[in-house]
C-alpha cells in the first residue's frame, strides 16, 4: 500500500474500478491511502516494486493528479486467506465450543462487523446452520475414512 500527501488532488470518495486491482482511499487526516495488492505465496511485510507499481498504476489509472502528490508512506501486511479463497466460518468439526471467523483476504477490514454479528449470533444460538455450506472449516479438515 502507498499513503500519499493529499493536499492538492484530494479525491471526495473512494475511487475503483472493475478493471483496477486496487483502489484510492481519502482518509479523515488529509492523506490518501492507495492499495491493496494480493503477492500470493509471499510472506514478507517489506513493500515489493510490484506491488507499489500496482498501487502507483491504480492512482495513474483513477486519479492522474496523485501522481504529482508526495510519498508518505508505504507498507505491506499479511491477510489471512483459504485455498479456495473463500472465508471460513463457523464451528470447527469435533470441537463444541471453537468456532472461526477467517480467510476473507482483502475484504475482512469491510466484512468485520457484518461476519462478527453472525458468528455471535451463531454461537448465542448454537447454529452453524447460519453459515452457507461453502463457508465450513469443515471443508478443509483431512478426511480420515470415517464415517
Given at each position: 500500500m502507498a499513503l500519499l500527501e493529499g493536499s492538492t488532488a484530494r479525491p471526495r470518495h473512494i475511487l475503483g474500478g472493475p478493471s483496477v486491482a486496487s483502489y484510492v482511499v481519502p482518509r479523515v487526516d488529509g492523506l490518501i491511502w492507495i492499495g491493496t495488492t494480493v503477492e500470493r505465496g509471499r510472506w514478507g511485510t517489506r513493500p515489493t516494486p510490484q506491488g507499489l507499481w500496482q498501487?502507483?498504476?491504480?492512482?495513474?489509472?483513477?486519479?492522474?493528479?496523485?501522481?504529482?502528490?508526495?510519498?508518505?508512506?508505504?507498507?505491506?501486511?499479511?491477510?489471512?486467506?483459504?485455498?479456495?479463497?473463500?472465508?471460513?466460518?463457523?464451528?470447527?468439526?469435533?470441537w463444541r465450543n471453537l468456532w472461526v471467523a477467517t480467510g476473507h483476504l482483502r475484504l475482512g477490514i469491510m466484512l468485520a462487523p457484518v461476519t462478527a454479528d453472525l458468528v455471535a449470533a451463531a454461537i448465542e444460538q448454537e447454529d452453524a446452520e447460519v453459515f452457507p455450506p461453502a463457508f465450513s472449516?469443515?471443508?478443509?479438515?483431512?478426511?480420515?475414512?470415517?464415517?
Open positions: 498501487c502507483i498504476d491504480t492512482a495513474r489509472r483513477v486519479a492522474p493528479a496523485l501522481l504529482r502528490e508526495e510519498i508518505v508512506a508505504v507498507g505491506a501486511g499479511l491477510r489471512p486467506g483459504t485455498a479456495d479463497d473463500l472465508p471460513a466460518l463457523g464451528r470447527v468439526p469435533g472449516p469443515g471443508r478443509f479438515a483431512a478426511d480420515t475414512g470415517t464415517a
